[in-house]
């Protein structure tokens, strides 16, 4: 038998399988290479393609684009169907958290943090507390706003699917803008509902780093601290930079030391609180009035001066590199 067409008179091409894939040092990017050949950059947190590379070397890519960052890993990532599949499991996906300012959030202040995991599940399910919201009325939807607040989450994943497993009835799949607001709040696992709705996260392990804060040695500089701090893993270094002179000895306060590293400095005309990790979690360094002509102050690890934006997360993982609690060492940087 002879067949009429030798050529097929119309080709419908398919779309190209995810054949490689690398999760970056930054916990926010996935690198991908597909059957055609393209490279592409996508971002976890929009669920969409930052940028498509073209038919480049996946290798050379990847290297271009390491970070020396620390970032908990709060996803895992496979293309066993060719398309790009994210898994957040709890409460693993709640560990990762970053400055508002360091995800290009504007108009929040310098200490606000996000949750990755808390701000990409608000963006999956922002059409359906959309909907949701029409059809019950805001109270239905509690403290989970269709907007949080911040950029990220008010970005909607339209395009995405999702899938749950473990809620009642077993597992389903349904594409994020099929949702209506009327589906059975047991259909969805009680701790993304804790999450979406009422802003409420699962117990975590500690994000906290134990450090100790100590003159170079040679330095006359000394500051009013002693004994182990603790502070966020995503604190900056220019706040330990900050700390240290807003703690350097320069107009002789007397001082007492609590062993859980509050410290309360007697200034004159009464009695100031000072602590190394505030209420919320948060690293406190309140520079005074005479203090903002601050000297110039270096933080090293092991002998290596640190970049005033690398984190105490980055520090431990690619400059202390041991399981002890970290060492930092400060000093005076004259001439500056």
Partial sequence: ????HKEPSYTIPGTPGIVQHEILNNRRHVLTKDTAGSVKLWE????????????????????????????????TVDTR????????????????????????IIGKPEDDKVNLARETLKGLLAHWLSKRKQRFGSQSVANGEVSSGKDISARRISHSRMEIDGSQGGPWRK????????????????????????????PR???????????????TVQILTQGKLGAPRILRIHKVINYVVEKMVLDKPTESVN????????????????????????????????????????????????????SLATVC????????????????????
Avoid at 205 to 219: D, V
Avoid at 261 to 271: I, K
Wanted: charged residues 20%; negative net charge.
């Fill in 81 to 104: 169907l060719g398309n790009l599949s994210v898994h957040l499991d709890t409460p693993q996906c709640f560990s990762a958290e970053m400055y508002s300012a360091d995800l290009g």
């Fill in 44 to 75: 976890i947190t929009r669920g969409i393609v930052v940028y498509d590379y073209g038919q480049v070397s996946f290798e050379k890519k990847k290297e271009e684009l390491f970070e020396m960052v620390s970032i908990p890993a709060w996803f």
């Fill in 205 to 219: 392990e500690n994000t906290k780093c134990s450090f100790y804060l100590q003159a170079c040695e040679g330095s």
């Fill in 1 to 4: 038998m002879v067949p009429v």
């Fill in 175 to 202: 594409k994020i803008t099929e949702l209506v607001g009327t589906e059975d709040e047991k259909d969805f696992t009680w701790w993304c509902l804790h999450c979406v709705l009422n802003n409420q996260l699962p």
């Fill in 259 to 310: 062993s859980d590293g509050t410290f309360a400095t007697g200034l004159p005309g009464g009695q100031s609180q000072h602590s190394a990790v505030g209420g919320d979690g948060s690293f406190r360094s309140r520079l005074k009035p005479w203090q903002k002509l601050k000297p110039s102050i270096e933080i090293l690890c092991n002998n290596q001066v640190l970049a005033p934006d690398m």
């Fill in 317 to 336: 993982a690619y400059i202390w590199k041991k399981p002890e609690d970290l060492v930092l060492n400060y000093r005076v940087v004259q001439g500056r």
